[in-house]
């Protein structure tokens, strides 16, 4: 017999589990070790059902949160003993994870010796062993040169810890102690969240609970339907390019056919490039967060984005291709390449269908990581580069948010203090400021990059890789707006001619004193340019955020 659900006890479940996700966030954030969680939050948390449907998430990395339903069903498929107290791990894509850094803890939830739900943990780790320190081996043409793999393992067996596997795992990380922080701060908070939920089935009745989930997800879905059923029917056909792959072979084509008949969509990737040699290519939980995000991006903002919100949606796509690789490939830049560009391609066919939802597009990943020994210290530092955000595409709304990230973040993604970036590691910071005029034009400007002169204050010299895209194509205008400016980035040194970092490059010499001259992205512009108002050009001018005569980019 079902359990009927007043709207009140819906939605009072509703937000007591949005608000256990955003509450095992704090948590994450006040204990995790490393700069990239603690200061960058590149981590998200949600709860998944048995039958690994995404119940809730927290507004943190989308790409993330989209591939979670798909390392559920690994776990589910994996383990059928699980039991209170055990704690799984992965990070394999070809076991249900995005790419290697990404690691992922699921805790799972019991009420009265009856498994319910999964608590979800997933954080970028600054480093997951390999050839190359930070996690990203752009020299990589095998997944075992990028990392280490964890299939579905349990790290603790009925609250017991497995020393000996956390041992093996800490031996392979670079940054041992930061590894064991932050995998603790992710168990601890998986496990925050698993004490909450058995409060509110205690408060509730698990019985109670259960239905209110149903009928949340069917509430996201018909809110959803609705929304879907007022765009144009038809098909459309929408195209993305990535630079290169670092390995000799340029514009790689991300290809979306989008058909759309009442309330169903379905985006069809089977005509991309085929898969490549290096790294930029997909996982197919990563794919399939790519062509989620883009969706969720076009419906109403309040909707949950859970499993009910997402049921219009049906994604095709072809193994052997670049959004969905075989076995063994590398594919460790996927969460930022080609997820930007399938986006992209999906957003650029919904323009014909929706044009008043989609967005320009958002600027591309470019990251750094520097190794390298702290002369205040003694001791070695790996430090990831998430300041000079790139700029966000407009859209109908207004001008897009300048220096607010990437689309597969969209904001979610921090850059932290300064101030106390410097403080932790050998950098300075010689300015950091919006680069003027890096926003594509249109009746609605793409948001700002950054321009930043960072110089290295090491006492020996330091190494740096490059991993991502976008020196060649600048996030694309969209309905006539044009395209924000690409990426430029520059190392410069007393003693040697000032050269051009390329995105995907190993073993980069960085010299006391050298200065990382990074320009980074503006967003696209949405509309046509002549359509912009008078005032909105005077105040872009006032502010100092487009270029005047001679003023350098």
Request: charged share 25%; net charge negative.
């Amino acid at each position: 017999m079902s359990t009927e659900i007043d709207p009140i006890t819906r939605s009072v479940v509703q937000h007591r589990l949005s608000s256990i996700v955003r509450e095992m966030g704090e948590a994450m954030l006040r204990t995790s070790y490393s700069q990239i969680l603690n200061s960058s939050r590149d981590f998200s948390l949600a709860i998944c059902d048995t039958r690994s449907r995404l119940i809730a998430q927290a507004d943190h990395i989308p790409v993330h949160v989209g591939a979670l339903p798909w390392a559920t069903r690994a776990v589910e498929q994996r383990f059928n003993d699980v039991r209170p107290g055990d704690v799984i791990l992965l990070n394999d894509p070809y076991h249900g994870g995005s790419h290697l850094p990404d690691l992922t803890a699921f805790v799972p939830v019991f009420d009265s010796g009856r498994r319910l739900l999964w608590t979800i943990v997933r954080a970028h780790q600054s480093d997951i062993g390999g050839a190359t320190h930070g996690a990203y081996n752009p020299a990589a043409t095998e997944i075992w040169q990028e990392g280490l793999r964890v299939p579905p393992i349990k790290l603790y067996e009925a609250g017991r810890l497995r020393d000996d596997l956390l041992d093996m795992l800490a031996l392979n990380i670079r940054n041992p102690r930061e590894f064991r922080g932050d995998l603790a701060a992710m168990v601890g908070a998986a496990h925050l969240g698993e004490r909450r939920l058995s409060h509110l089935f205690a408060e509730f009745g698990a019985t109670v609970v259960e239905a209110a989930v149903e009928t949340i997800l069917d509430t996201a879905e018909a809110r959803s339907r609705a929304v879907v059923s007022t765009w144009t029917d038809g098909v459309f056909h929408g195209e993305a390019f990535l630079d290169d792959d670092g390995h000799g072979r340029s514009d790689i084509r991300i290809a979306a056919k989008v058909t759309k008949m009442g309330s169903e969509i379905e985006v069809d990737l089977s005509d991309s490039d085929s898969q490549s040699t290096s790294f930029v290519n997909s996982s197919h939980a990563n794919m399939q967060a790519a062509v989620a995000m883009a969706f969720a991006y076009l419906i109403e903002p309040d909707i949950p984005k859970n499993d009910g919100a997402l049921r219009p949606l049906k994604v095709i796509a072809r193994q052997g291709t670049v959004v969905w690789a075989d076995p063994g490939r590398p594919v460790t830049l996927c969460t930022s390449h080609p997820s930007n560009e399938i986006v992209e391609a999906v957003i650029k066919a919904m323009s014909a269908c929706c044009p008043d939802r989609v967005m320009a597009g958002w600027g591309r990943r470019f990251r750094i990581a520097i190794q390298g020994e702290d002369p205040r210290t003694g001791r070695n530092f790996i430090w990831h580069m998430f300041q000079a955000r790139p700029g966000g595409g407009a859209s109908s709304g207004g001008d897009g948010w300048s220096s607010i990230g990437e689309w597969h973040s969209v904001g979610g993604i921090k850059f932290g203090s300064i101030e106390v970036a410097e403080a932790r590691f050998p950098l300075h910071f010689r300015h950091h400021e919006f680069r003027a005029g890096s926003g594509g034009d249109g009746q609605f400007r793409g948001g700002l990059g950054v321009a930043l002169d960072l110089v290295l204050e090491t006492a020996k010299p330091a190494r740096a890789n490059t991993a991502g895209d976008g020196v060649r194509y600048g996030p694309c205008g969209i309905l006539g707006g044009r395209d924000g400016i690409p990426h430029d980035y520059r190392l410069t040194s007393a003693d040697r001619p000032p050269r051009v970092l390329r995105t995907k490059e190993v073993g980069i010499e960085l010299r006391p004193g050298d200065c990382l001259e990074i320009r980074s992205s503006g967003g696209g512009g949405w509309g046509l340019a002549e359509k912009r108002s008078p005032q909105a050009r005077q105040r872009d001018l006032e502010q100092g955020l487009v270029r005047t005569t001679g003023q350098d980019a």
